[in-house]
T-cell receptor, first 109, second 115 residues
Framework: AQRVTQPEKLLSVFKGAPVELKCNYS??????LFWYVQYSRQRLQLLLR??SRESIKGFTADLNKGETSFHLKKPFAQEEDSAMYYC???????????FGAGTILRVKS | NAGVTQTPKFQVLKTGQSMTLQCAQD?????MSWYRQDPGMGLRLIHY???????DQGEVPNGYNVSRSTTEDFPLRLLSAAPSQTSVYFC??????????????FGPGTRLTVL
């Protein structure tokens, strides 16, 4: 069975501080991992996917198969990063996504 | 190009009433899905479709029906609304299967309250 765990409901940091949003997963096959973000009054949208190994808006995430984790990191938080962040997992084709419970990130000035 | 559209934006129902949440996409996506978003539980998959005429159940299908007669539309029907179905419903679409790292595009959501 696929499962995604985001242990923090709320993460509050000061502007300029480092950010790490935790995500752990359980999946028997080879997972595809994603981070989706929902800004206030906006649609849920893809932030990044592990297959692309990209950095979006300064965020990066590394898939650690040994620890079954896909933590989202940013070295210096900005106020506009405040949003709800969801970690998600799928099988090989990215369709049947399983989401974590989400973490609210609040960046304080 | 409107992307994924959903109607209505808000709806209040009484227990036992039925209704249909509409979802349409204009990106010629094969895959469409419905999720419900509840506090502390993230998004949970209700039903999905890999193409016109093909649907399947997700994680929480009870109380909901879907059909996919066209590529563009994927309506979600509540047969007899219950307070437990109070939630925010999201429709999403993506390209067909077999694409690694496939991005899903989400609609704006429908906020449903069942009294």
């Amino acid at each position: 069975a696929q499962r995604v765990t985001q242990p923090e409901k709320l993460l509050s940091v000061f502007k300029g501080a480092p950010v790490e949003l935790k995500c752990n997963y359980s999946y028997s096959g080879s997972p595809e991992l994603f981070w989706y973000v929902q800004y206030s009054r906006q649609r849920l949208q893809l932030l990044l996917r592990h297959i692309s190994r990209e950095s979006i808006k300064g965020f990066t995430a590394d898939l650690n198969k040994g620890e079954t984790s896909f933590h989202l990191k940013k070295p210096f938080a900005q106020e506009e990063d405040s949003a709800m962040y969801y970690c998600a997992l799928s099988g090989y084709n990215g369709n049947k996504l399983v989401f974590g419970a989400g973490t609210i990130l609040r960046v304080k000035s | 190009n409107a992307g994924v559209t959903q109607t209505p934006k808000f709806q209040v129902l009484k227990t036992g009433q039925s209704m249909t949440l509409q979802c349409a996409q204009d990106m010629n996506h094969e895959y469409m899905s419905w999720y419900r978003q509840d506090p502390g539980m993230g998004l949970r998959l209700i039903h999905y479709s890999v193409g016109a005429g093909i649907t399947d159940q997700g994680e929480v299908p009870n109380g909901y029906n879907v059909s996919r007669s066209t590529t563009e539309d994927f309506p979600l029907r509540l047969l007899s609304a219950a307070p437990s179905q109070t939630s925010v419903y999201f429709c999403a679409s993506s390209y067909g299967a077999g694409i690694v790292g496939n991005e899903q595009f989400f609609g704006p959501g429908t906020r449903l309250t069942v009294l």
